[in-house]
Nanobody, 125 residues
Framework: VQLQASGGGLVQAGGSLRLSCAAS????????LAWFRQRSGKEREFVAA????????YYADSVKGRFTISRDNAKNTVYLQMNILKPDDTAVYYC???????????????????WGQGTQVTVSS
């Protein structure tokens, strides 16, 4: 399974972007799809996740109220709507999929089986 992320770009502070991540296999039915990001010089960090079947969403405190994760099961695609962007949101954003249910928090990056290639988001002040 390949994950293809898109939608990154350059935006001014206060603006919006929507990221998309599509899975290559139409029959792919993950347990969790998530977004992580890696800011320059920092470790990869959790942003948001969604349970594929139930639709339950999880967010990092830093993006709660500004970002919304959603999915389109028919298109095997997960989205990240990012509003009120801040310069501190500048990072490479990665989508990730956990193929089976695991007894670890969704914020645990090494619990994911598949990763997309990353898409750059740059927020200017």
């Amino acid at each position: 399974v390949q994950l293809q992320a898109s939608g990154g770009g350059l935006v001014q502070a206060g603006g919006s972007l929507r990221l998309s991540c599509a899975a290559s296999e139409r029959t792919f039915s993950p347990n969790i799809l998530a977004w992580f990001r890696q800011r320059s010089g920092k470790e990869r960090e959790f942003v948001a996740a969604i349970n594929w079947s139930a639709g339950t969403a999880y967010y990092a405190d830093s993006v709660k109220g500004r970002f919304t994760i959603s999915r389109d099961n028919a298109k095997n695609t997960v989205y990240l709507q990012m509003n009120i962007l801040k310069p501190d949101d500048t990072a490479v954003y990665y989508c990730a999929a956990r193929s089976i249910r695991r007894p670890v928090p969704v914020q645990t990056s090494n619990s994911y089986d598949y990763w997309g290639q990353g898409t750059q988001v740059t927020v200017s002040s």
